[in-house]
């Protein structure tokens, strides 16, 4: 055999697709961002001041349990502050639960159509992704428990799911979490749960509070405070213990602690956007139905519009950026060539997104 010339990674590592995300414009270009599912209302004043607070501080390291926001997200989420871990954003959480569960040998479940972070944590912590067919792009708990083996140690699942913006309501979260193994750690990915209008949903919380093998994982990104990268997780004690084990320790900034304690405290301005959401996810879903067009029911900060083919699809993105606006494509990310998903921004940009699609001619 001959002996390498350089370093090489692990087995496996070469064969992970990096993550793909959402086109921006150019530097210095006006066109309108609707690719990342970023708050359309920017982020809550009380959030910015405790940001820009921060900077008289930068000399020293943030509080390592990020104890302030913790204390933040229990007051106002009704849990133990000690069973929430914070960290770099939800990836940064979710990526330590597959380092900590999977292994060599080992399976993790997901719906075909999940987040497409969930393949690359899975196998680069060397275990193999199952992907489970969906029924009309919403993930189905019977296809789920069926793909369940010996092997399968993690269940990814997305609720509400990103990129269709589907959901299962909380008595078919039940029934998923019901035929699972004990051993078996339900991975509850709620990122986009302040946008949720349905009844019928929970985020998971009271799961988590009655099982052993139940985590619920958020993030405020989707609440105007991407660029400062903050995500969380309520967790039973055991699974915190081992996260706490191997966690950065200092994985949440200062400015980003501050920051997200403060988002979380600022109710009004939360309802504020869950509100704006509403009115135009479901105005722009009304207005896109039809004209060969299909938009699947969302409940997140987003729709997912399905086109003929996936050329419509392409032509469809390109008349788009042509007006102005940038949209999500969601082919090669997701294998839905079909689809573009578009984020709830501006009552003009919604506007103008539906004048646009509107005006195309698309044969059936």
Same mark, same amino acid.
């Given at each position: 055999m001959t002996a390498p010339t350089r370093p090489t990674p692990q087995p496996g590592i070469l064969d992970i697709a990096p993550y793909l995300p959402g086109k921006s414009g150019a530097p210095g270009s006006k066109a309108i961002k609707l690719s990342a599912n970023e708050s359309p209302l920017g982020a809550s004043p009380k959030a910015v001041a405790a940001f $820009?607070?921060? &900077? @008289?501080?930068?000399?020293?390291y943030p509080e390592g349990s990020s104890r302030l926001l913790r204390e933040a997200l229990g007051e106002v989420h009704g849990v133990d502050p000690a069973r929430i871990i914070c960290g770099n954003g939800s990836? /940064?959480?979710?990526?330590?639960? $597959? @380092?900590?569960?999977?292994?060599?040998?080992?399976?993790a479940v997901m719906n075909r159509y999940g987040f497409s972070v969930y393949p690359i944590i899975t196998m680069a912590a060397g275990a193999k992704i199952v992907m489970v067919d969906e029924t009309d792009y919403t993930a189905d708990v019977d296809a789920l428990l $069926? $793909? =369940?083996?010996?092997?399968?140690?993690v269940i990814w699942l997305a609720n509400p799911n990103n990129p269709t913006g589907t959901y299962l309501s909380d008595a078919e979260v039940r029934r998923l979490h019901a035929g699972l193994r004990p051993d078996i750690l339900l991975v509850i990915d709620s990122a986009y749960a302040e946008y949720v209008t349905a009844a019928d949903y929970s985020v998971g919380l009271d799961l988590v509070g009655e099982a052993e093998n139940v985590v619920m994982v958020r993030t405020f990104s989707k609440m105007g405070l991407a660029a400062a990268r903050? +995500?969380?997780? =309520? &967790? %039973?004690?055991? =699974?915190? /213990?081992? !996260?706490?084990? !191997?966690? +950065? %320790?200092?994985?949440?900034?200062? %400015?980003a602690q501050l920051a997200g304690a403060a988002a979380t405290r600022d109710v009004e301005f939360n309802a504020k956007l869950r509100e704006h959401n509403a009115t135009w996810r479901e105005w722009l879903t009304a207005e896109l139905s039809g004209n060969a067009m299909r938009v699947l029911p969302s409940q997140a900060n987003f729709i997912l519009v399905l086109f003929p083919d996936a050329e419509t699809a392409a032509r469809a993105f390109d008349t788009l950026m042509e007006g102005g606006y940038i949209v999500r494509e969601v082919g090669k990310s997701y294998g839905i060539p079909? +689809?573009?998903?578009?984020?709830?921004?501006?009552?003009d940009a919604m506007r103008g997104v539906a004048k646009i699609l509107k005006s195309m001619v698309i044969s059936q």
């Open positions: $820009a607070s921060a &900077a @008289q501080h930068l000399e020293i990836d /940064d959480l979710l990526h330590l639960l $597959a @380092q900590t569960y999977l292994g060599e040998g080992d399976e $069926a $793909a =369940v083996t010996e092997r399968t140690k903050i +995500g969380w997780m =309520v &967790a %039973p004690d055991h =699974v915190t /213990d081992a !996260i706490h084990r !191997i966690r +950065g %320790p200092f994985n949440v900034n200062l %400015p079909t +689809g573009l998903r578009i984020s709830i921004g501006s009552e």
